[in-house]
């Protein structure tokens, strides 16, 4: 058996092994333990709470169907029902000089036949337009607008029906619509440049008033001495019939 003193040296050499360093020894006197925890972000069920307080409507949702909250009062006259018989609606009046009718053919249709598209003539040249009066020109500029809103129109609902057949016609056509209306571009671009060199020579011309009042003769022409004196000579001279019958 051993003594007491090695039996003592024994156990507390024991106990040391299970003992923590002497370093953590205030560590474990210390009565403060942590309470919170290591995330500043309030508690789910707090957050909760909290929204539930804040927003009362929270929770309607028109997707996922949740209705309201209070309760909703309900009329007890029936709904009206819808007039499916055709002699009963009302009749509407149609104006038919409507400016809409001008996106359908003159049949008032949505669709026009292929072959009605391929008839038709050839594009205005610049020559033909150059003789045509400001006018003219403006009008047929305006019908060939309207023609391209047909084409735009019918080609929507054949895209929408699924047709296929027309669109070549159709966009024939279309392309001699388009060349009109750059004839009628270069004309009136030729007209513009014409009339800015009239200009330009009418301001060095002194017979030309360009500040004239609207209605008033812009051309005044200068009498010559030379045109002054033949005038006068013509004046004076009697006529020969008139000589030879004295």
């Known amino acids: 058996m051993l003594s007491k003193p090695k039996l003592c040296a ?3 050499q024991h106990i040391s092994r299970d003992l923590p360093p002497t370093y953590l020894a205030p560590s474990l006197v210390s009565s403060h333990v942590q309470q919170g925890s290591f995330s500043t972000t309030t508690p789910l069920p707090k957050r909760r709470a909290q ?3 804040g927003n009362p409507e929270r929770g309607v949702s028109a997707l ?3 209705g309201l909250r209070q309760k909703v009062g309900m009329s ?3 709904l009206p029902k819808p007039v499916l018989d055709p002699d009963r609606k009302p009749k509407i009046s149609i104006d038919p000089n409507h400016g809409l009718w001008g996106f359908f053919n003159k049949d008032k249709k949505t669709l026009t036949l292929p072959t009605e598209e391929v008839a038709h003539g050839r594009p205005w040249n610049s020559t033909e337009l150059r003789h045509k009066s400001w006018e003219d020109v403006h009008s047929l500029w305006w019908k060939c ?3 391209r809103n047909r084409l735009a129109t019918e080609k929507e609902e054949r895209k929408r029906l699924g047709i296929e057949v027309g669109d070549v016609e159709a ?3 279309e392309m001699v619509v388009r ?3 750059r004839n009628i571009k270069m004309a009136l671009t030729e007209r513009w440049y014409a009339w800015e060199d009239a200009w330009k020579l009418a301001e060095q011309d002194e017979e030309v008033d360009l500040e004239a009042e609207p209605g008033t003769t812009a051309y005044r022409p200068v009498m010559h001495e030379e045109d002054s004196e033949m005038d006068e000579a013509d004046m004076e001279e009697p006529p020969r019939a008139a000589s030879a019958a004295a």
């Open 10 to 12: 024994s156990v507390l």
């Open 51 to 53: 929204r539930r307080k």
């Open 64 to 66: 996922r169907r949740t």
């Open 76 to 78: 007890k006259e029936p």
């Open 145 to 147: 607008v309207k023609e």
């Open 171 to 173: 966009h024939g056509r």
């Open 179 to 181: 060349r009109t209306q």
